[in-house]
């Protein structure tokens, strides 16, 4: 949905700048004719008809000079018009401007009319028109982009806490899992030194055995030796062959 209005923000945006050529050269037919109007006009009798903020009262159509000293703009009216810088604009900025109305309308058969100035001006209010209508679409496209947006962050925000959370779960696997490693290491090593304990036990008692062992056959062999002493001499051969250190 929202490529789609992107899509349709392009086409207006297109659509603007192409309404735009057109105005400007409108603006630019509507200039040259004031331009050649201008002319015609000066060589015309103007008389003063108002003060600037005052209105120029006339019948009929008549051509109207707004400005000072040789500066000046020129439209067409009917029936008077208001004297100021919101009708004509401000030709001499921060100087006192009147109203000059033609003693004719400026009319010159062979070039020119009232009629073809101001239907070079209607078009120009034309342009204005579409390029506002225009403008209205596109802020509404905007607009309605810029809820898609909200929405989106709105979106985004609940998957990250969701991913948050679900990373948090992660973490206490994972120390729950470090927990019983080190748990089962711990009794790993318990089990080990339990052996080792035994095994030294073994040893001990192997190396108690043997050491009584050792002691008693010595023992005997001195006994055995003292009797064939004590009779005369023979020495009596026992019937068996210590071996000391053997089981």
Request: charged residues 25%.
């Amino acid at each position: 949905m929202s490529n789609s209005i992107l899509t349709e923000i392009k086409q207006l945006k297109t659509e603007y700048d192409n309404k735009m050529k057109e105005y400007d050269s409108a603006v630019s037919e509507h200039k040259d004719k004031l331009d050649r109007y201008k002319t015609i006009c000066d060589m015309s009798s103007f008389k003063e008809c108002a003060n600037e903020g005052q209105r120029c009262e006339f019948s009929g159509v008549k051509t109207v000079r707004y400005g000072a000293d040789s500066t000046f703009k020129y439209d067409v009216f009917e029936n008077g018009t208001n004297c100021s810088n919101a009708v004509f604009g401000d030709p001499v900025p921060g100087t006192k401007k009147k109203c000059y109305v033609a003693a004719t309308s400026c009319e010159h058969p062979d070039e020119f009319n009232p009629t073809v100035l101001q239907a070079s001006s209607n078009k120009i209010t034309s342009k204005i028109n579409e390029l506002k209508n225009i403008e209205l679409q596109m802020r509404s496209k905007i607009k309605q982009l810029l809820g898609y947006r909200d929405k989106w962050a709105s979106d985004f925000s609940n998957q990250e806490q969701c991913l948050f959370s679900r990373l948090e779960k992660l973490d206490n696997r994972r120390d729950r899992l470090v927990d019983d490693e080190i748990a089962s290491s711990q009794n790993v090593e318990g089990q080990f030194d339990n052996l080792n304990f035994q095994i030294n036990q073994t040893i001990t008692q192997y190396s108690l055995w043997a050491g009584i062992t050792v002691l008693s056959g010595i023992a005997l062999y001195i006994i055995v030796k003292k009797k064939s002493g004590g009779q005369g001499g023979a020495v009596a051969k026992p019937g068996f062959k210590l071996n000391i250190g053997q089981r």
